[in-house]
C-alpha cells in the first residue's frame, strides 16, 4: 500500500518561509512524479508545483513562480515544496501527490492525472 504523509506546514507571518516534505512508503518515490496541490476554504483543490522522477523537469502555476521550489530526494523517498516569501493568499490545506506511468522526465499536472495522495498539512500565513 502506497502512503504519502506531508510534514511541516504551520503558521507563518507574511514573508516567511516554510519548507513542506512529502516521505513515501511502499513504492519507491522515484517511480512516481510528484506534484504538491493546495486547497484553501471554499475554493477548488489547485496544482502548485510538479517534478518528474528523475526531477529535471519541473513546473510551477504562476502565483507562486520564483517564490516556491520543488525538489526530490530520490534516495530519502521524499519530496519537497520550499515556500519563500509566503503570502496570506497561500493559506490552505497542501497536499503531495504520486503519479505512475510517466516517463523519467514527464510531469504530471492536472489532479486526475494522480494516482495517490496524502492526507495534507496546513499552511496559514498571517498578514
Known amino acids: 500500500q502506497v502512503q504519502l504523509v506531508e510534514s511541516g506546514g504551520g503558521l507563518v507571518q507574511t514573508g516567511g518561509s516554510l519548507r513542506l516534505a512529502c516521505a513515501t512508503s511502499?513504492?519507491?518515490?522515484?517511480?512516481?512524479?510528484m506534484g504538491w496541490f493546495r486547497q484553501a476554504p471554499g475554493k477548488e483543490r489547485e496544482p502548485v508545483a510538479a517534478?518528474?522522477?528523475?526531477?529535471?523537469?519541473?513546473y510551477d502555476v504562476d502565483s507562486v513562480k520564483g517564490r516556491f521550489t520543488i525538489s526530490r530526494d530520490n534516495a530519502k523517498n521524499t519530496v519537497f515544496l520550499q515556500m519563500n516569501n509566503l503570502k496570506p493568499e497561500d493559506t490552505a490545506v497542501y497536499y503531495c501527490?504520486?503519479?505512475?506511468?510517466?516517463?523519467?522526465?514527464?510531469?504530471?499536472?492536472?489532479?486526475?492525472?494522480?494516482?495517490?495522495w496524502g492526507q495534507g498539512t496546513q499552511v496559514t500565513v498571517s498578514s
Open positions: 517534478i518528474s522522477r528523475g526531477g529535471t523537469s519541473t
Open positions: 511502499g513504492r519507491t518515490v522515484s517511480s512516481l512524479a
Open positions: 501527490a504520486g503519479a505512475g506511468g510517466r516517463s523519467y522526465s514527464s510531469i504530471a499536472w492536472h489532479y486526475r492525472e494522480y494516482d495517490y
